[in-house]
């Protein structure tokens, strides 16, 4: 459990995994964002508590926001299916699945369907907008969120083969905590990426100015 939450450096095997394929290309990255996942139920409240309550809705109003303080006034003309970061599967790659005819709806449907995919692909925006790196929370998330998937996933295999009634609820608990985990956190996300975009943009009066215009 220890080796979850540690702020060690990832290993190659680490990122393969859920996050930390779409992370690994900033390990290298000296700078971060301006408040860790940790503090922003502190700093953004309302914007954390607004994440979790109406999620999917806050996952396309922040990309919206992320792609217009990226390029101001771009509307969703660049937007793709998660921007690209967690690639695709057979036929169904990131921008040629009617993105550019019809983003909005794209957009929702990526909300509703991939919310994770979708929140962390807006945080990767900023981060990738500002070569921003990965902090001791990123980490943290990370490997906590591989080591519940994997949890998950043995004890629910465990309980098929096994008939158990205690090991079934365990892994209906473990699904919970992960559930919870995942919401909490993707509030974070949300709450971090506003508090940076509003912090870049109060440092650059002439990016306000055009995105007024």
Same mark, same amino acid.
């Given at each position: 459990m220890c080796l979850c939450f540690s702020t060690e450096r990832l290993s190659q095997d680490e990122m393969k995994g859920k996050y930390g394929a779409a992370?690994?290309?900033?390990?290298? !990255? +000296?700078? !971060? #964002? $301006?408040?860790?996942?940790c503090k922003t139920p502190c700093k953004e409240p309302c914007c954390w508590l607004g994440?979790?309550?109406?999620l999917c809705p806050a996952a396309i109003h922040m990309?919206?926001?992320?792609? +217009? /303080?990226?390029?101001?006034?771009?509307?969703?003309? !660049?937007?793709?299916?998660?921007?690209? *970061?967690?690639?695709?599967?057979?036929?169904l790659q990131p921008g040629s699945m009617g993105e550019s005819t019809c983003p909005i709806?794209?957009?929702?449907?990526?909300? #509703?369907?991939?919310?994770?995919?979708?929140?962390?692909?807006?945080?990767n925006v900023i981060r990738?907008? *500002?070569? @921003?790196?990965? $902090?001791? $929370?990123?980490?943290?998330?990370?490997?906590?969120?591989?080591?519940l998937f994997y949890l998950s996933c043995i004890c629910n295999i465990v309980a098929c083969l096994t008939d158990n009634?205690?090991? $079934?609820?365990?892994? /209906?608990? =473990?699904? @919970?905590?992960a559930d919870v985990v995942f919401c909490c956190v993707s509030g974070c996300m949300n709450?971090?990426?506003? /508090?940076? =975009?509003k912090v870049r943009e109060a440092q650059s009066p002439i990016m306000n100015t055009m995105q007024r215009l």
């Open positions: 992370y690994g290309p900033y390990i290298d !990255n +000296n700078r !971060n #964002f $301006d408040v860790s996942l994440s979790m309550a109406c990309r919206y926001k992320a792609l +217009n /303080h990226a390029t101001p006034g771009s509307g969703w003309s !660049n937007y793709k299916c998660c921007q690209g *970061y967690f690639g695709g599967c057979c036929c709806c794209c957009m929702c449907l990526e909300a #509703f369907l991939c919310t994770g995919p979708a929140v962390s692909a807006t945080s990738e907008q *500002y070569s @921003l790196g990965l $902090d001791d $929370d990123d980490v943290r998330l990370i490997r906590c969120s591989n080591c009634e205690e090991i $079934d609820s365990a892994a /209906h608990c =473990i699904d @919970l905590l709450a971090q990426t506003h /508090h940076e =975009i």
